[in-house]
């Protein structure tokens, strides 16, 4: 499976920004989509994740602010940003499972919100 990101950027505080996430090369079925970040000097965490089924869930610092949607016959992934703050500064990454237990990464889009 290779994942393409983009939408990335550079946007003032209280701005918005749209990532989105696609996923082709392989049959395999995907089952769960996330997208975690990086900032500089700290762990990747999870930012949201997004099932099969529909099951949502997000970080505590992103609830309220962001959205995350999928399109399951597409096999893409997007993520709303909203209210940015200079905390949510890091390089994204769109993450999957299949259903075969397997995982993948994308290569990461910067995020960067101007205080």
């Known amino acids: 499976v290779q994942l393409q990101a983009s939408g990335g950027g550079l946007v003032q505080a209280g701005g918005s920004l749209t990532l989105s996430c696609a996923a082709s090369?392989?049959?395999?079925?995907?089952?769960?989509m996330d997208w975690y970040r990086q900032a500089p000097g700290k762990e990747r965490e999870l930012v949201a994740i997004?099932?099969?089924?529909?099951?949502?869930n997000y970080a505590d610092s992103v609830k309220g602010r962001f959205t995350i949607s999928r399109d399951n016959a597409k096999n893409t992934m997007s993520l709303q940003m909203n209210s940015l703050e200079a905390e949510d500064t890091a390089v994204y990454y769109c993450?999957?499972?299949?259903?075969?237990?397997?995982?993948?990464w994308g290569q990461g889009t910067q995020v960067t919100v101007s205080s």
């Open positions: 993450h999957v499972y299949t259903n075969w237990g397997t995982h993948y």
């Open positions: 090369g392989s049959s395999d079925k995907i089952d769960t």
């Open positions: 997004i099932s099969a089924g529909g099951y949502i």
